[in-house]
């Protein structure tokens, strides 16, 4: 009977009356006693199992609410402008110990973006998110010794490149229209403003419950998406403001010999595997023949929409790509969706519309002010940036800034004759409403058509820099977009309803 | 009874046996002390302030342990030093956690877990004090049984409360007469099969591999056995059910060494928990969650308890968030009884719930040792019943927590909130004290001229216990087993050769 042979002959001898062999108590005591400690190591090593071998993929898991209860244990770090926090945190005493807060939250939505303990996080917010909460690894200051004392790393402060006023210029200067902003130091490639309107309160969606669900339906529901960052995300035809680029790539492969030299172009210019013809938006305009100077002051379509054919899709793609066109992952850090110029377009005629801003050709507000900003650096275009520190809770330094050269679209000649045609548009043209006493301004206006045949509402577009002097470095470059022009002209338009904005943004940051 | 077996001071040995009870004091001070710790420590994580009343909890736990300490001291006196202690360390870590969770849920639980302790304790001290010879619990073992079987019947009667008809409900009291009723059937087991055991070991008849015993040597202890099984598995109440089927095999084969029945046992049981699994609702969805924990969050309807427990156990990792720091709260229904391993998980780490395993198993092999040491049958296996109830519930109940077995519903032992639970382990412990104390006991004082020869019924000059063994149940039994157990592998002068002569008297 017992599986136990070896350790039971002793009793064999009495047992063997029953004529089995039985073991002793103790022994059978201790075989239960030992099985009794099996079992409680079963449980350790199953422990072991749970909360070391498996641990990861449970935190990890959506369901898992520890996370977020973490991440809202304590006050989330700032965003700033300026120096001074656009962000805070209140704390609530509910599930979650504190809840985002906004100073000025529309004028500063297309930057921060929103941190919502229901929606999860935008823009900085989003990128940023391992800072402001604390989860960087930058931050902590010896990661072992933190994770022994497990003291919450308090979260880490953004600094932006945001001039506040220019900011405040760009929305004021929207108003209710809708419409984006984007201005840049063209030095430096710092993002100097980013405005979309209309906008809204990322407060308003911060935390949770009903109230949160109901705005965020709200906002949803609005046929002006105001939380679209029309600065960053929505791209338009750029129309005339295109012209720059199509000027920059006829100079630079010599189509033309120079500004004040007339052009071969025919007014209508009719594209030679089409029988439609590119016309002008005013026949009174003496664009036949006429030169790059009086060809951009009065927006001639014509003039440029020829230049791009005779530069070729090749040469037109070079440059639109150089001035950072067709990028399939812009970062600044916060992600931009690429602006796009066709590169396989079939013919001289789409060629000649994509050239003049049109077909294809779309393009972010900030691209646009990249545009504007290679001009005014004479020539080198710097990358856009957003942030421009990065510090930990007291403000020591864990990420400067340093500015980085996107390229060189055009040569400092070519750049030098593109502003002499801008500050004459500025001067002379359509773009007098940017026009500041005192300072040289050089800009390009657009009226971009929108939808088929035209239908839609076209958009307003400005593109600017402005200069102190006019042996100075351009402070700032600037491209405004207005959607819901209610013009028909072209470039009136532009000039009518986006040049004003521009010029409140650029003197914003010429008066310091 | 009482009478006869005054022990102590009676025969007063020459030789000092170390009583460890000045150990068993700084013991239990320790306990104390780190119940407070914990106390404190979770009102600073949480406000950041020791909590105001922790000296007053301090006290009231320190003056329970120390009345339980003095009678101990007293009344048994040579009783393993660690039982006591251990029990206090568990229900202090017990009121600590329950009061941390208090603080999470917004109740009030800890101060009636604490009115609960102290009945535990009280009644710890009379069985402590009132229960000199536990050999009297023998005689009523059928009357245990039969206490036991009704306890456990009345609620059937009763509406189900949490899925369960294993509640008695008296106004704001709620009680599980189940708890109580483990220790009545622990003591029957050890008092049938202490009686038994050689009748059930030896005779039989083969059939195939197995030897079965004759029907009336097995048979009350199976009818008993199977009844009370059946009301539990009527009342759903499996984790008991289960307990108490481990209980049985246990004592089963440490009284007769057939290991042949543990296999049939397992089989059945196999088959029994396989058929209830697949087909009994209730079962059937608890054998689903513990086959696929994570399968409520892949449906979209969130985390189920099993699921938080698991994040819970994760989130503690090695080290633990902390006391007071963790989330396990999330687990929300029963988190302060069932699912309370989980917030040792959680704030103490894998470190923190090792150490606690750790604890119960010390108190369970002590439990064992006591009974090993032990040379009355009866003593023993109530001991060994005892202790492996305790390992057997803590088996289970952590196993179904962190997904190792199915979740059975049943309690943390000193740790869960509820009061029928707590005053039962205290009143188990009172019993392991007991025995411990008749274990650890020395020796009458070896005679010092060598007996003239070896008498059969040796006189003494005092041999008080000597009527009081006659008119004793298993007399019979142990006459019947002393050739077996003579040959017991030990050799101390606590020998099975001496067990007739001396354990009448040692008690």
């Not at chain 1, 977009?481 to 040049?499: C, F, K, P, Q």
């Amino acid at each position: 009977m017992s599986p136990f042979g070896r350790g039971s002959r002793r009793e064999s001898r009495d047992a063997s009356v029953a004529g089995a062999v039985r073991l002793s108590l103790s022994r059978t005591a201790r075989r239960a006693g030992l099985f009794c400690l099996l079992l409680i190591l079963l449980l350790l090593i199953n422990c072991s199992r749970v909360q070391v071998v498996r641990s990861k993929g449970y935190d990890d898991n959506p369901a898992n609410q520890r996370a977020t209860l973490a991440r809202y244990a304590q006050p989330r770090g700032d965003i700033l402008v300026g120096g001074r926090a656009v962000t805070g945190s209140r704390a609530t005493g509910g599930t979650f110990d504190y809840v985002r807060t906004y100073t000025a939250g529309p004028l500063y939505a297309p930057v921060t973006g929103f941190s919502s303990q229901t929606y999860g996080n935008t823009l900085l917010e989003g990128v940023e998110d391992g800072v402001l909460s604390g989860t960087d690894s930058r931050l902590a200051g010896f990661a072992l010794l933190n994770a022994i004392t497990r003291d919450p790393v308090p979260g880490g402060k953004v600094l932006t490149t945001i001039n506040a006023k220019a900011q405040q210029a760009a929305f004021a200067g929207l108003g209710g229209k809708r419409g984006a902003v984007a201005a840049i130091e063209p030095a430096t490639g710092r993002i100097l403003a980013l405005a979309s309107t209309p906008s809204f309160d990322p407060g308003s969606i911060a935390g949770t419950g009903s109230a949160t669900v109901a705005a965020w339906s709200a906002l949803n529901a609005r046929a002006t998406q105001p939380m679209l960052n029309r600065a960053l995300r929505q791209t338009y035809p750029p129309g005339s403001t295109f012209k720059i680029v199509t000027a920059s790539a006829a100079l630079t492969d010599g189509v033309v010999d120079g500004i004040d030299t007339p052009t071969d172009s025919p007014d209508p210019y009719t594209p030679s595997d089409t029988t439609t013809p590119i016309t002008n938006e005013s026949a009174a305009d003496a664009c036949q023949n006429a030169t790059l100077r009086y060809a951009m002051q009065v927006s001639c379509n014509t003039v440029f929409a020829k230049l791009g054919d005779d530069v070729g899709e090749a040469g037109m793609v070079r440059m639109a790509q150089a001035f950072g066109f067709n990028q399939s992952a812009q970062t600044i850090p916060v992600g931009v969706v690429p602006s796009v110029f066709d590169t396989s377009m079939t013919g001289q005629a789409f060629l000649a519309l994509s050239s003049i801003g049109q077909y294809n050709t779309a393009a972010t507000p900030l691209q646009m002010a990249e545009v504007g900003a290679a001009v005014a650096d004479n020539g080198t275009l710097m990358q856009p940036q957003l942030v421009a520190s990065v510090t930990r809770s007291d403000g020591r330094q864990v990420q400067g800034f340093t500015p980085r050269t996107f390229g060189q679209p055009i040569s400092p000649t070519v750049a030098a004759e593109l502003q002499q045609m801008m500050v004459n548009v500025v001067t002379n043209g359509t773009g007098t409403n940017a026009a500041i006493p005192g300072a040289v301004v050089g800009g390009k206006t657009g009226t971009a058509q929108n939808g088929v045949n035209n239908s839609g509402t076209p958009y307003a577009w400005f593109v600017a820099y402005a200069k102190p002097s006019p042996t100075a470095a351009s402070p700032v470059a600037v491209a405004v977009v207005i959607e819901d022009s209610n013009a028909t002209r072209a470039d009136v338009s532009g000039g009518g309803l986006a040049a004003p904005v521009a010029r409140a943004v650029m003197q914003a940051v010429l008066n310091g | 009874m009482a009478a006869v077996t005054a022990p102590a001071p009676g025969p007063a040995s020459p030789q000092r046996v170390p009583t460890r009870r000045t150990t068993e004091l700084g013991l239990v001070l320790l306990a104390v002390l780190i119940a407070a710790f914990g106390y404190a420590d979770v009102g600073c994580a949480i406000d950041g302030r020791v909590p105001a009343d922790t000296a007053r909890y301090g006290i009231g736990l320190g003056v329970l342990a120390l009345l339980a300490h003095a009678a101990v001291r007293w009344r048994a006196r040579y009783a393993d030093p660690l039982l006591l202690p251990l029990a206090v360390l568990l229900n202090g870590l017990g009121l600590v956690v329950i009061y941390r969770l208090d603080r999470a849920t917004a109740t009030a639980s800890a101060p009636s877990q604490l009115v609960w302790s102290a009945i535990g304790v009280v009644l710890f001290i009379g069985v402590v004090l009132f229960l000199r010879d536990y050999r009297v619990l023998q005689r009523y073992a059928y009357v245990f049984a039969f206490c036991a079987i009704v306890l456990m019947v009345i609620p059937a009667f009763l509406p189900a409360v949490y899925g369960a008809k294993i509640w008695i409900k008296v106004g704001p009291l709620s009680f599980q007469p189940g708890e109580v009723a483990k220790i009545a059937l622990a003591v029957f087991f050890a008092a049938y099969l202490a009686a038994n055991r050689d009748a059930l070991a030896l005779t039989g008849r083969r059939i195939w591999v197995v030897e079965l015993p004759r029907g009336r040597d097995l048979g009350p202890i199976l009818v008993i056995w199977l009844l009370s099984s059946g009301v539990l598995f009527l009342e759903q109440d499996l984790g008991t059910c289960l307990i108490f089927f481990g209980m049985f095999v246990m004592m089963l084969y440490v009284a007769t060494g057939r290991t042949g029945w543990i296999a049939v046992g397992l089989v059945l049981v196999g088959l029994a928990v396989a058929v209830v699994g697949l087909f009994e609702p209730h079962v059937h969805s608890r054998f689903v969650d513990w086959l696929h924990p994570l399968a409520s969050i892949e449906a979209g309807q969130g985390a189920g308890q099993l699921a938080q427990s698991l994040f819970a156990f994760a989130a503690g990792g090695l080290l633990g968030t902390g006391l007071g720091q963790g989330h396990s709260y999330l687990i929300g229904f029963a988190v302060k009884s069932d699912w309370i391993l989980a917030t040792f998980g959680e704030e103490l780490g894998l470190v923190g719930l090792a150490a606690l395993l750790l604890v119960y198993a010390v108190l369970v092999v002590r439990g064992y040792r006591s009974g090993i040491m032990l040379q009355d049958p009866f003593g023993r296996l109530l001991s060994i019943g005892l202790a492996s109830l305790l390992a057997l519930q803590v088996f289970v109940v952590a196993a179904g927590v962190t997904d190792l077995i199915p979740l059975t519903g049943m309690t943390m032992p000193f740790l869960a909130q509820g009061g029928s639970s707590l005053v039962t382990n205290w009143i188990l412990v009172a019993l392991l004290i007991r025995t411990s104390h008749a274990a650890r006991r020395p020796a009458l004082p070896p005679v010092p001229p060598p007996p003239p020869a070896p008498p059969i019924r040796p006189a003494r000059p005092s041999q008080p216990p000597e009527p009081e063994q006659s008119h004793q149940e298993p007399q019979k039994s142990q006459q019947s087993q002393e050739p077996h157990s003579s040959s017991e592998p030990r050799t101390s002068p606590e020998d099975d050769g001496g067990e007739q002569t001396q354990a009448v008297p040692k008690v």
